[in-house]
């Protein structure tokens, strides 16, 4: 049994700073794939930034530059600091994790509930 927990997120003036984390607990024998996704009202769910077993980061154009991904693979956490945040970038956004939970298991995908981020102008 695997849970995904976020954490972090609120409202805050454009031109700020935001930090969500997240963490994965339970049975995990392997994290194959890392990634923050968001959904603005009324919009389909977008990829934020993903982070690829052996450590390659990808970002949507839309946040380069202002978003950084970190993890911490000893806390099985996920974080995504958030600068120059726009009102563009309010939605909620989830974390999303590629797990497995033993050596021969097959992989099984993971989402957190999600956490409101809102940007006021």
């Known amino acids: 049994q695997v849970q995904v927990a976020e954490s972090g997120g609120g409202l805050v003036q454009a031109g700020g700073t935001l930090r969500v984390s997240c963490v994965a607990s339970?049975?995990?024998?392997?994290?194959?794939?890392m990634a923050w996704y968001r959904q603005a009202p009324g919009k389909q769910r977008e990829l934020v930034a993903q982070?690829?077993?052996?450590?390659?980061?990808n970002y949507a154009d839309s946040v380069k530059g202002r978003f950084t991904l970190s993890r911490d693979y000893a806390k099985n956490t996920l974080y995504l600091e958030m600068n120059s945040l726009k009102p563009e970038d309010t939605a909620v956004y989830y974390c999303?994790?590629?797990?497995?939970?033993?050596?021969?298991?097959?992989?099984?995908?993971?989402w957190g509930q999600g956490t409101q981020v809102t940007v006021s102008s």
């Open positions: 999303y994790y590629t797990i497995r939970s033993d050596r021969l298991s097959p992989r099984y995908d993971y």
């Open positions: 339970g049975t995990i024998f392997s994290i194959d794939a």
């Open positions: 982070s690829i077993s052996g450590g390659s980061t």
